[in-house]
């Protein structure tokens, strides 16, 4: 009878030290809930940014009152104005235009932080570096990139109106474009029920705070509906495991073949711009900068378009299998026909121009534990550069080489590929030409549209 009243005194006693715990606990909070708000504020008002963001995700009164205006705009003034006419002058200027209570809660934070976004970028756009003769793009894409601290996540809408939002799982950064991947998991919805995805990039500011939740600005650069682009998607190639279905230029989704439901979402996007897509948001992966110059030459009536320098990049989510540039691209009136001009960077009957591939054309794919690799399929990275070197179309996309049916040739016996790159602004085709398990290209022909640069000759006056 004894050890049978023993176990309820000791849990008893367990019992009674909870109760002690949870009751100090609620004490100590309660502390701060009986202080006046002014002595919260006036304690608050000794700390600095940082201390202050991360104190207002402990509590949801803490929360309220480190989004004070009168704590923030103090710091606004001390902080990032530099010297003292700067402070009279935005003093006076809200002084007369509006009083502190007359703006919404939050309304010097989100300032404080616009502002500190705004100086680092102006920072690090200088940082972009040299612009390079090759590609026309700034050389230090991928470091300011990591400098400014973005990455990018993407939020699926399903057909009910339920969101997740995913965090990168992996990224690539290649010579003129960044590749990412957001694995499925149980976190995505079969693909039959997507109903929008949304690709944000996210930037986290520069503030030591010692919490794990930084200051961030999201900014959006794509929002696709799926139920219309699910109709036109092209399976663009599949392993044993995957199959991948291209929803438009630069995105991808990942099936599993036993299953159908969706193993990762792979966004290619090209590095035109691409801190700014990234910061200040878009409406498209993909871009075309207006040229300004006429259609046809006046000086010499047989060129349509001259001058043009083309940058493409074959290569996957782990190595490159071609880089080149091809300069003084010009296309005669002649070859103007279907509303395309022709730009020819490689004939097929010149030889001399024909590229070896460095090697094999596959697109490796990894997800969660599981990783694989398809056959003739990669991504394309393409810059088209006018007259002035600067980028009139730049493209980055994957894209699959078919099996094509051609004439018997004596160069090249083995077997022929098609690659095909296709919008309403311009057109791509590369063939290859298999010999001895080494592949080469013997023909690269870029078609622009005449309405797009005809478009953007009349915007340019």
């Known amino acids: 009878m004894a050890c049978l009243k023993a176990v309820p005194l000791r849990l008893r006693a367990v019992t009674t030290s909870k109760k002690a715990a949870e009751t100090s606990s609620k004490s100590t909070q309660n502390v701060f809930e009986r202080l006046p708000t002014e002595i919260l504020v006036k304690i608050l008002s000794h700390l600095d940014a940082s201390a202050l ?21 103090k710091l606004y003034i001390a902080e990032l104005c530099n010297n003292k006419k700067k402070q009279n002058k935005l003093v006076n200027v809200q002084v007369s235009t509006k009083k502190i209570g007359d703006y919404a809660a ?26 390079s003769i090759h590609t026309g793009l700034p050389s230090q894409t991928e470091q300011v990139l990591r400098n400014v601290r973005v990455t990018w996540e993407l939020t699926v809408t399903d057909k009910a109106g339920r969101e997740s939002t995913l965090e990168l799982s992996w990224s690539q950064f290649s010579e003129t474009s960044l590749t990412l991947c957001w694995c499925g998991g149980d976190c995505l919805p079969n693909y039959e029920q997507i109903s929008s995805l949304q690709l944000h990039g996210v930037r986290r500011f520069a503030l030591s705070c010692p919490s794990l939740k930084k200051p961030s600005r999201r900014s959006l650069m794509a929002n696709l509906d799926m139920r219309s682009l699910t109709k036109s998607t092209q399976v663009i190639g599949q392993d044993q495991l995957v199959q991948l279905k291209l929803l438009q230029p630069g995105i991808i989704i990942g099936l599993w073949r036993d299953q159908g439901s969706v193993a990762f979402i792979m966004f290619t996007l090209h590095f035109y711009k691409l801190v700014e897509r990234s910061t200040q ?10 040229v300004i110059q006429p259609l046809f030459d006046d000086i010499d009536s047989e060129y349509g378009l001259h001058g043009y320098q083309l940058h493409i990049v074959l290569h996957n989510t782990v190595c490159k299998f071609m880089s080149e540039s091809f300069s003084q691209l010009f296309c005669r009136r002649a070859h103007i026909s279907d509303g395309f001009i022709m730009l020819t960077a490689i004939s097929r009957t010149n030889a001399s121009q024909h590229i070896q591939l460095s090697g094999s054309i596959t697109m490796p794919w990894r997800c969660e534990a599981l990783e694989g690799a398809v056959e003739n399929c990669c991504i394309m990275s393409l810059t088209l550069l006018d ?9 980055s996309s994957p894209v ?17 590929y098609l690659i095909q790159y296709k919008d309403s602004d311009i057109q791509v085709k590369m063939q290859l030409a298999k010999m001895k398990k080494r592949q080469t290209v013997i023909s690269l022909i870029v078609y622009v549209s005449v309405c797009i640069v005809n478009k953007h000759f009349s915007r340019g006056y």
Not at 107 to 131: C, F, H, N
Not at 281 to 290: A, I, K, L, Y
Not at 400 to 416: F, M, P, Q, R
Request: glycine residues 4%; proline residues 4%.
């Open 387 to 395: 007259e002035f070197k600067q980028p009139f179309i730049c493209i």
């Open 400 to 416: 699959s080489a078919e099996l094509e049916k051609v004439d018997v040739s004596y160069d090249y016996d083995g077997e022929h």
């Open 281 to 290: 948001g878009s409406s498209d992966c993909s871009h075309v900068e207006p």
């Open 106 to 131: 939050g309304y010097w934070k989100e300032l404080y932080l616009k502002t500190v976004a705004q100086r680092d970028m102006k920072k690090w756009k200088s940082l972009l570096g040299p612009i």
């Open 53 to 73: 963001f991360s104190i207002s995700h402990t509590t949801k009164l803490f929360h309220q009152l480190a989004s004070n205006n009168d704590l923030w705009k």
